[in-house]
Structures are given as C-alpha cells and as structure tokens.
C-alpha cells in the first residue's frame, strides 16, 4: 500500500492558515491592529518575557468604526440583490446598493 494522502483543509483550518500567513504582511505595510488580543493571548505574552514578540496596539475608536462598518455591510447583504449582485452592469449595482442603504436608514 502507498503512503496514505493527506485529507483536503477544512474550511476553518484552511481560513486559519491564510489569516496567519497574512500577518507577516500586514507587520510589514504597518497595518495597525483593530481587533482587541485575547486575555489568553495577553498572559501567553506575558509569561513568554522578552521572547512575547512585540506588544500589540489597540485602537477603541479605530475597532469601533470598524464594527460599524461590518454591521452596515451585514444589513445590505439581507437584501439578496446586494448579496447575489444580479445586475451586470457596475451602474445599476450601485443603485441597488444605495436604495438599500435607504431603506435601513428609513427603518432605523
């Protein structure tokens, strides 16, 4: 029997995998944190002493715009049109999107 093949990614490793295979990138271009690090994170660092890598950033204001944003971006998708993007043309899509937008801002 040959060597056994090793079974495809799962989607959360696979997504795990690309997350940690971009933070070499985002240190390099400066791309400072919005996303607050874990208290498990924090002791791990913290008991690592000197070898902790670096201290992470954080921004509240920067992670409160940002949640604001993925919400929004969340409330256009429950409209399939949004979601699905039907339209062809970049022209029409935008109106889709901004009637959209219109209707959340009516209701809330």
Do not use: C
């Not at 990614?9 to 990138?25: D, F, G, N, Q, V």
């Not at 944190?33 to 992470?56: A, C, F, V, Y």
């Not at 204001?61 to 970049?90: D, P």
């Amino acid at each position: 029997m040959g060597a056994a093949a090793s079974a495809p990614p799962t989607p959360a490793t696979a997504a795990t995998a690309e997350r940690i295979s971009r933070r070499p990138l985002l240190r390099r271009r400066g791309t400072p944190h919005t996303i607050p690090e874990s208290l498990d994170q924090q002791r791990h660092r913290k008991n690592r002493g000197s070898r902790g890598d670096r201290l992470t950033g954080f921004d509240s204001e920067r992670y409160r715009t940002r949640n604001t944003v993925e919400r929004t971006i969340n409330r256009l998708k429950g409209f399939r049109a949004v979601a699905t993007r039907y339209e062809k043309r970049a022209s029409i899509y935008l109106g889709t999107v901004s009637l959209a937008a219109l209707v959340i801002w009516v209701r809330t």
